[in-house]
């Protein structure tokens, strides 16, 4: 299993950028959302849900 990497990109504020399990490739988290889809290989990334 590959680790995911957070990085706050310039002016982006609350958001969060994570690399792709799959390709490497940068998706955005989007508050409140259970998955990520990568838009390049269509790998989701599960958000782990706290509580």
């Not at 002016?11 to 508050?31: D, I, L």
Request: some cysteine; charged content about 20%; glycine content about 12%.
């Amino acid at each position: 299993m590959s680790e995911e990497s957070t990085e706050s990109l310039p002016g982006e504020g609350r958001h969060q950028m994570f690399k792709c399990g799959s390709c490497g490739a940068k998706m955005e988290f989007v508050p409140g959302s259970v998955s990520q889809k990568c838009p390049y290989c269509d790998h989701e990334n599960p958000i782990p849900q706290s509580g």
